[in-house]
């Protein structure tokens, strides 16, 4: 089962390639493929964030009102998610997709020379243009062929760890100053550290991948945000529109009528 999936992205990527003749344009047009099958899945999550974020004042207060019950901190926590329509873990969901096409292509990348024995076809290189030479180095082997190849395969590596984190960073950027806001941060550096590692052994073409991928991310979650507070702000200007006007009329006292002496 999964050698038939890794064919399959090796066949999707030798397809498009045979259209634009160059590997690293045909694993971005692959990529932006995905990213497109994945636009209703981002955007309610997006949407979700989106609405919690606002109600970040209402979660702090439910936090210090309930910081000494733990169980009636989660249930009220719980229940707000519940209104908001909030789910933490479909924020995790979009990476957990990519990591079986995150995985395949990285053996794909690293058995290439095999896959194109296997399936009877040539190809003189794997490189991206003349930006990138092989996408089947990782950025460790161009670190022992000199400098000059290495570079290119660092600015994929500082893409590939900062951009994969990046959404979640300006989201938090936007919230209010908190205890889980440093949290998160603070987390975010950390992954973002950690995908560092994991991206010196891997091949240049997965960090492609993967960085062409959270950059699409980031200006959709950005484009998304922008259209929410624009509905926002076109909602509430409609609100202020159709609001009775208050007139405040101040009613003369009548004077009191002389009365007639007889």
Same mark, same amino acid.
């Given at each position: ?194 995908? #560092? &590692?994991? @991206?010196? %052994? $891997?091949?240049? !073409? /997965?960090? #492609? &991948?993967? @960085?062409? %991928? $959270?950059?699409? !991310? /980031? ?44």
């Amino acid at each position: 089962m999964w050698d038939a999936f890794k064919d399959f992205i090796f066949w999707g990527i030798q397809a498009v390639y045979g259209f634009v003749g160059d590997w690293g344009m045909a694993i971005i047009l692959v990529t932006i493929l995905f990213r497109v099958l994945l636009i209703p899945l981002m955007r309610g999550q997006i949407k979700s964030s989106y609405q919690m974020q606002k109600m970040q004042p209402v979660i702090q207060e439910i936090q210090e009102k309930y910081k000494d019950d733990p169980m009636r901190l989660q249930e009220e926590t719980q229940k707000l998610y519940a209104e908001a329509k909030f789910n933490p873990i479909a924020g995790c969901l979009p990476i957990l997709l990519q990591m079986p096409i995150f995985m395949a292509l990285f053996q794909v990348l690293r058995e290439m020379p095999s896959y194109m024995e296997k399936f009877n076809l040539s190809s003189s290189s794997y490189e991206f243009y003349n930006l990138i030479s092989n996408l089947t180095l990782s950025p460790a082997d161009a670190f022992s062929q000199g400098v000059g190849t290495f570079i290119p395969y660092l600015i994929l590596l500082i893409i590939f760890a900062g951009a994969t984190f990046l959404p979640m960073i300006i989201q938090q950027l936007n919230a209010p100053n908190s205890q889980q806001r440093r949290q998160t941060l603070m987390i975010s550096a950390f992954m973002s550290v950690f995908m #560092l &590692f994991i @991206g010196w %052994s $891997s091949p240049g !073409g /997965v960090l #492609l &991948f993967w @960085g062409v %991928s $959270s950059l699409i !991310g /980031v200006a959709q979650q950005q484009l998304t945000t922008r259209a929410l507070k624009r509905a926002d702000e076109k909602k509430a200007a409609e609100i202020v529109e159709t609001e009775p006007v208050k007139v405040d009329v101040t009613r003369k006292t009548k004077k009191k009528r002389p009365t007639k002496n007889r």
